[in-house]
């Protein structure tokens, strides 16, 4: 059966200490889900920096990083469904990355992306397919495979009609590299989502989950007739959910991760986060 969790960073601001900690990982577990994805920068201490670019990214982390994540985990009843980290830690040192997500009991470390990347520039992709392949290949010499993380960045056309997340797709070895995918963040990009989840088959490891729509207050009137489109729980969006799952089953996803950073129910990543999982035991069998 496929794992349910929720990405951490959706939790981080009710994760600030450890009774409040506790409880919301309390709260996840009686909701159902069965399993929480880590978040490399937020089970360890942070700058001030870091959390307030993050904070102004529209995704503040909280200040959980000096809680005790293999006790509370263990403690949790919930499962290490992958750790996120970055392609730089891998590089620099693959067997302490290896270690920490085997700590945890995981054998998946995802990279979220790239920073500072030049997204345009072909030259850039191919370079990237080949760093992944031999990050891959390190972390898999201790027994954990690399998965890469999509956003919409990746949609960017670089030749001709290739985008960088065709050239990542055909230029990295699934012995080595294979995909966490975000359908959210394609579907906003314009992606067929549904086609690219046919062609990732059994490189799709886990599924980013989230649904897409619009929140007003009740009875409130819109300036204009234009609203902006915004994270939703699952269910209650215009995306079909049900049509990617059955792909995602056909796939063999081992796991479904819910992540949102904003436009929660009552301004709560808890609540949103209760809410999504109705939706996810009424269709995940």
């Known amino acids: 059966m496929m794992q349910t969790g929720v990405q951490q960073f959706m939790l981080g601001t009710a994760l600030n200490n450890e009774e409040q900690a506790r409880n919301t990982l309390a709260a996840i577990k009686n909701a159902g889900y069965t399993g929480i994805e ?9 700058g001030l920096m870091v959390r307030m670019m993050t904070r102004l990214a529209g995704m503040p982390t909280g200040n959980g990083g000096k809680l005790d994540w293999h006790r509370l985990m263990k403690d949790s009843g919930l499962s290490v469904i992958s750790l996120h980290t970055d392609l730089g830690s891998i590089e620099r040192d693959a067997d302490a990355v290896a270690a920490e997500a ?19 520039d072909a030259a850039a992709w191919h370079d990237l397919a080949a760093r992944l392949n031999k990050a891959g ?15 919409n960045c990746e949609l960017q056309r670089v030749e001709g ?109 808890v609540k949103s986060a209760q809410l999504s999982a109705r939706w996810l035991k009424e269709n995940i069998q």
């Not at 880590?38 to 942070?46: A, E, N, R, Y």
């Not at 290949?137 to 956003?151: K, S």
Request: hydrophobic share 40%; proline share 3%.
């Open 102 to 120: 085997k700590s945890f009991g995981t054998k998946y470390a995802v990279i979220t992306g790239m920073y500072r990347f030049a997204y345009s």
């Open 161 to 269: 009609e290739k985008r960088g997340y065709d050239i990542l797709v055909a230029e990295t070895d699934s012995t080595a590299v294979n995909f966490e995918f975000d359908s959210y963040w394609f579907a906003e990009g314009g992606a067929d989502v549904a086609a690219v989840m046919r062609a990732l088959g059994t490189r799709m490891k886990l599924w980013h989950i989230n649904d897409r729509g619009c929140r007003l207050p009740a009875k409130s009137q819109a300036i204009t007739p234009i609203l902006k489109t915004d994270s939703m729980e699952l269910g209650t969006g215009n995306l079909p959910l049900q049509d990617w799952l059955q792909i995602a089953q056909a796939n063999q996803v081992e796991a479904v991760v819910l992540e949102s950073h904003r436009n929660w129910i009552d301004k709560n990543p």
């Open 137 to 151: 290949e390190a972390l898999a010499r201790q027994g954990v495979q690399l998965l890469y993380h999509n956003h």
């Open 38 to 46: 880590l978040c490399g920068f937020m089970i360890h201490p942070t």
